[in-house]
Nanobody
């Protein structure tokens, strides 16, 4: 499995921007679709965004569409989440996840169960 390490979280004010990074190691990064999920206190972990192995297709939760952008740099084995116009409700621990493109079965980007590897998460706190 690929190992994932998130970074870039922090405390920001509403309306600010933040960029999260997720560095991958251990496997061929370009063989993996990558996703970002988040979990707020007392809530289920929810889908935020995903990007296919080539970077040609991206997917977003409605709650972050037009504010967040997922991208990847396969040469740096890194996936990013650019978060703009942050809101209080964006406060959560953000996790990146990876799914090998050669896994059997269909890939549904928003399904947690579709991912093989998870990072430890990075805290994002948005204050008023």
């Amino acid at each position: 499995q690929v190992q994932l390490v998130e970074s870039g979280g922090g405390l920001v004010q509403a309306g600010d921007s933040l960029r999260l990074s997720c560095a991958a190691s251990g496997r061929t990064f370009s063989d993996y679709a990558m996703g970002w999920f988040r979990q707020a206190p007392g809530k289920e972990r929810e889908f935020v965004a995903a990007i296919l192995w080539s970077g040609g297709s991206t997917y977003y939760a409605n709650s972050v569409k037009d504010r967040f952008t997922i991208s990847r740099d396969n040469a740096k084995n890194t996936v990013y989440l650019q978060m703009n116009s942050l809101k209080l409700e964006d406060t959560a621990i953000y996790y990146c996840a990876a799914r090998n493109r050669y896994n059997s079965g269909n890939y549904f980007p928003s399904f947690k169960s579709n991912y093989d590897s998870w990072g430890q998460g990075t805290q994002v706190t948005v204050s008023s």
